[in-house]
């Protein structure tokens, strides 16, 4: 039968064999074998062949494979559950070949790479696992709800395999496999037995079938009847009996969606490294810890902890305060318990005002606290805190809400409408008002405020006058793109709003920079309510800003757009490697340019070096021009033990004592191939496949990607109406050898490669 089953660790392709309907098997969904949820048969935009998502959930173990259309491109995988939203996420690097990156598993990334969601999840029925590039969408698959429920039974030569398969799960679109690879040396010649929905099914050495509802709703069993007793001994005893249900098969007969319960198999970190599973860990801690000394007590602040979804919710904090000066072999400890997981800050009194103390702060959930505790050393603070406030003021057509910001976080804002001083000495003033949130403007008036910081210091007053005039102003403008860099510059670009009402047109636009801590950067700059495009001149070369924009019209300014993109600004001295590239490979060394346009000219020197992974990185190349602005280099044509990766490439220019650097990726693309049909019996092996494009040389190896080389073949045209390229090797008698060659893996010259194969009997 065709068979393009993943197993843990190896590439998926296509094997041509003989028995029941052929099937393509491609994996894109999983479920868990704990749960009794019903789950739809499909209801998430499931990937199409080749791409997809292989899940094995009683492994929390995800691959991904294809996408080879974004090799070198980073992809962010979540596991997301109904009612509790994202559980799970990593990012991983699209690699060439039929695995891109796996998840949870040896030679992969674990669970939180790359997006802080440290939790390695425990993935149920329901579920949903999707794959994104640049937060779009590329293909997502619902885990189906289908697992072996207990050992398999042996009785004579018959192996009985029972499970659960939920309401919602197409029995046609299921199979049951008991794995065990010593069954290759039985009658049965595979690493499998297979039970299909249909009557009782002839295969080498065994018969078959898979029935529903014999052992009552929602149940299915699985019959082996096996031609030697000592096969099905060892069927009986394997511990790999996998229940397999599918989403969607499609004109191929590939199977997509195809959902791999393994009994017995545990969850959890699936290598040294990975986080624990949701239960296994304390709650995440809290965030932006401050902690101030002020005459014997400590005044401790912090951002609330958020849950990681799918863990028990946070019920409260822990927070000690120690004591740095150590008697004997002991240290002072003193601290407070609270019940309020809201909670933002406590002060721990009745200290001692000449020590100093570290602070460390713990959030408490059901199963424990956070490991290790948040730490923050305790400091006298005799720096005054800054306010600022969003809008800035200005006249409104309707009400505002003003959002006032302390830069020391414990920090009170108070604040008055009738311009009295709000703070008298390092308390609030008679008649002012403790900020908490938002404060609604509904009319014209001036708002003056000040913070006082939790070590007492007071910031000067800021105020901000608004005219609320009921008229019609512009909407907020939208940016159109990214800010461009310059030197010393940065192009904003936007478009127009809604001017505010019929007959009015906008007059000017204002826009404002920001450094990266939110502080406005300079005088607003304006222009004319026909542009719509700024060069923003006067900026600091290596800073990064973003930019929000204004529109006007004559009943005055509209509320302030969201903030840009940020942009680095360039300064004197820049280095620009050139965007990445994708290079297609060829049948011949393909040269490649480096173009280091847009980098500094005067006085400067070049230097383009390649990224290495180490010395014996397979995939170096030779540069020429490497002291040039231009550079190029030699694409060698594909020979194991290359690979696909993106070669990385570094631009330093140098412009006498400053230094600049910036990078540049290659990307390989390689052709699309496929082992089709791999067929052998003494004397006799033939294996052909495709590939997308004609030309290059297929290389077939047995004993692994960089094994012996049983022979080599040209990809020529396919057949009509077949459209890309074939091949096809035959190999006689003593070259094709008196013994199976097992599982086979190609390479072509263009990059692609595919296996392992097994080799069918014929």
């Known amino acids: 039968m065709k068979s393009a089953l993943h197993e843990p660790g190896q590439s998926r392709s296509r094997v041509q064999g003989y028995g029941r309907t052929a099937i393509v098997v491609t994996v894109s969904a999983v479920l868990g074998a704990t749960s009794l949820l019903a789950v739809p048969a499909a209801n998430a935009a499931v990937p199409a062949f080749p791409d997809n998502l292989v899940v094995f959930p009683d492994r929390d173990f995800v691959t991904i494979e294809g996408y080879q259309d974004r090799t070198g491109q980073t992809a962010t995988v979540e596991v997301r559950r109904p009612g509790a939203g994202v559980v799970g996420s990593a990012q991983g690097v699209v690699g060439a070949g039929d695995v891109a990156f796996e998840i949870n598993h040896p030679g992969g ?49 018959t192996v009985t395999v029972r499970g659960h398969v939920a309401d919602g799960v197409n029995t046609d679109q299921m199979e049951q496999r008991i794995v065990e690879p010593a069954l290759k040396d039985t009658s049965v010649g595979r690493r499998d037995a297979r039970a299909i929905s249909g009557p009782l099914t002839a295969e080498d050495g065994y018969q078959s079938r898979l029935e529903f509802g014999l052992d009552g709703p929602n149940t299915f069993t699985a019959t082996y009847i096996f031609d030697d007793p000592a096969a099905a001994e060892i069927a009986a005893g394997a511990g790999g009996a996998r229940a397999m249900a599918w989403q969607e098969r499609d004109a191929d007969d590939n199977r997509q969606g195809l959902t791999i319960a393994e009994f017995g198999e545990l969850g959890g970190p699936g290598m040294g490294g990975c986080p624990n599973g949701p239960l296994q860990s304390g709650p995440a801690g809290p965030t932006d810890i401050s902690a101030a000394e002020v005459a014997g007590e400590v005044k401790v602040h912090w951002t609330p902890a958020q849950a990681i979804p799918g863990t028990p919710p946070i019920t409260g904090y822990r927070v000690t305060a120690v004591a740095k000066t150590v008697v004997g072999t002991e240290q002072v400890e003193s601290g407070v318990r609270i019940s309020d997981p809201k909670a933002s800050s406590t002060t721990i009194k009745g200290l001692d005002a000449e020590e100093e103390y570290d602070v460390y702060v713990t959030s408490v959930s059901s199963v424990g606290e956070t490991f290790p505790a948040v730490h923050a050393t305790a400091v006298t603070d005799s720096t005054a805190p800054s306010v600022s406030a969003s809008p800035r003021g200005g006249t409104f057509s309707v009400a505002q809400k003003l959002t006032l910001s302390a830069n020391e976080a414990g920090s009170d804002i108070y604040y008055t409408v009738d311009g009295t001083d709000p703070v008298s000495g390092d308390a609030s003033a008679p008649g002012s008002l403790l900020y908490t949130g938002p404060v609604d403007v509904a009319e014209t008036s001036t708002v003056t405020f000040a913070a006082v910081d939790p070590s007492g210091n007071v910031s000067e007053n800021g105020s901000v006058a608004f005219v609320i005039t009921n008229d019609p102003v512009p909407a907020a403008p939208a940016f159109a793109a990214a800010p461009k860099a310059g030197q010393g510059t940065a192009e904003v670009t936007w478009a127009a709003p809604d001017p505010g009402a019929p007959g009015l047109t906008i007059t000017g636009y204002t826009v404002q920079a920001y450094t990266a801590d939110g502080t406005a950067f300079g005088a607003p700059k304006t222009v004319a309510g026909t542009v719509n495009t700024l060069l923003y001149d006067g900026l600091n070369g290596d800073t990064t800003y973003q930019f929000t924009v204004s529109a006007s019209n004559t009943n005055g300014a509209g509320p302030e757009s969201p903030k840009s993109d940020p942009v680095t600004v360039r300064g004197a001295v820049v280095a620009i490697a050139g965007p990445d590239q994708a290079v297609a490979r060829q049948t011949t060394a393909r040269v490649v340019s480096l173009d280091g346009t847009g980098s500094s000219t005067a006085g400067a020197t070049y230097r383009w070096e390649q990224v290495l992974t180490g010395p014996a990185d397979p995939d170096r190349v030779t540069l020429t021009g490497g002291t040039a602005l231009k550079s190029t280099f030699s694409l060698p044509v594909y020979k194991s033990p290359m690979t696909n990766n993106p070669l990385t490439f570094r631009l330093t220019v140098t412009v006498g004592a400053t230094v600049r650097t910036d990078e540049v990726k290659v990307t390989p693309v390689p052709d699309k191939v496929t082992i089709g049909s791999a067929q052998w019996r003494s004397g006799d092996l033939r294996v052909s496949g495709t590939s997308n494009v004609i030309g290059g040389i297929v290389t077939i190896r047995v004993g692994g990607p960089t094994g012996r080389v049983l022979g080599q073949v040209n990809v020529t045209a396919a057949a009509a109406p077949a459209t890309g390229g074939a091949y096809s090797l035959r190999l006689r008698n003593a070259a094709a050898g008196t013994v199976n060659p097992g599982s086979l893996w190609i390479e072509s010259t263009l990059g692609g490669t595919a296996g392992p194969v097994a080799t069918a009997n014929k």
């Open 109 to 157: 990334v674990c669970w939180g790479a790359g997006t802080g969601l440290n939790v390695t999840p425990d993935i149920r029925p329901g579920d949903t696992v999707s794959i994104k590039f640049g937060g779009i969408e590329a293909g997502a698959t619902t885990v189906q709800d289908t697992y072996v429920t207990a050992p398999s039974v042996l009785n004579g030569n």
